[in-house]
């Protein structure tokens, strides 16, 4: 198993389906033979028919969905790491700091405010301190209160009011919830970043600002792999598309 050393993310052969127990075991096709490569700085924008498999393919190289056959070979934090075989440990490591999802719904814990729900992701690539640790104790209180100073920075670019940060988002509307997804994705730099519908739900102004923070997460060298509906921000962001479904790349 090797890469290139520009090659951030290459999927081979990859097979996905679904067993569908409550009509007797019927199998659903997903993914067949899927391949591409995402190097760094690259935006591959999934494109095709619904059903053939975007979303699908998504959560397999965030480790929701295991995958029936093939590899996602990924250069990430501590070398190369075949996604489709590795354990919820190894990808709850990677999560942390070489791997960025925004999906399309914001799933948060109650209560926790929508500043610290940004913050939060910034925040574990540092350990927990130590009881009776005073000094780990303030490097935590540091390292949170940096967090917290990215957190603002994102949340003021996507124009999310002042008085919604200490709040939880459970009861903020879709664009607002979208705007909170989209800062946790970006708040923490990573080397593959996912996004499934980015822009959905927010209007022109904020569409520009997340087109422009991908622009930015590109120039840093993360590999972006996204499905954008909106084709006036996919033709704005992606490199290259992918057409699911068919032999070939578009």
Known sequence: MSLANDVVLDVRGLHKRFTLHLRGGVELPVLHDVSLQVRRGDCVALVGPSGQGKSTLMKCLYGSYGADAGQIVFQGEGGLLDLAQASPHQMLAQRRRAIAYVSQFLRTVPRVPALDVV?????????????????????????????????????????????LWSLPPATFSGGEQQRINIARGFVEPARLLLLDEPTASLDAANRRVVVQLIEEAKARGTAVVGIFHDEEVRDAVATRCVELGTPSDR
């Open 119 to 163: 913050a939060e992701r910034a925040l574990q690539a540092h350990p927990e301190p130590a009881d009776g640790e005073p000094d780990d104790e303030a490097q935590h209180a540091e390292a949170l209160e940096t967090a917290r100073d990215a957190a603002r920075v994102l949340l003021r670019r996507l124009n999310l009011p002042t008085a």
